[in-house]
């Protein structure tokens, strides 16, 4: 059973930035997209940035140009790089596995604050 565990949120002012990482535990011989997701209070969870297998990215429109997402397929683990944060990025940020067969597996979430 492939876990997936989220560091690198914390509180950062406007302006800043963060590197989240998602390290899976176990080795993924086959997906169908990793992204990221957040979560901010009182809304519902929306996409954040997305890579498939293919390598092809989709970013959510609020954060193109700001945030960009990447995978290290040695070390099993993805990245999403977020500049220029704003205070609308508050929010916790989970991490999503989309497996063939197995189907989605969430990490359990970092809390990112961006005091204005």
């Known amino acids: 059973q492939v876990q997936l565990v989220e560091s690198g949120g914390g509180l950062v002012q406007a302006g800043g930035s963060l590197r989240l990482s998602c390290a899976a535990s176990?080795?993924?011989?086959?997906?169908?997209?990793m992204g990221w997701y957040r979560q901010a209070p009182g809304k519902t969870r929306e996409l954040v940035a997305v890579?498939?297998?293919?390598?092809?990215?989709t970013y959510a429109d609020s954060v193109k140009g700001r945030f960009s997402i990447s995978r290290d397929s040695a070390k099993n683990t993805l990245y999403l790089q977020m500049n220029s944060l704003k205070p609308e990025d508050t929010a916790v940020y989970y991490c999503?596995?989309?497996?063939?067969?197995?189907?989605?597996?969430w990490g359990q979430g970092t809390l990112v604050t961006v005091s204005s």
């Open positions: 999503n596995l989309d497996r063939p067969f197995y189907g989605e597996v």
């Open positions: 176990g080795r993924i011989f086959a997906f169908k997209s």
């Open positions: 890579v498939t297998s293919g390598g092809t990215t």
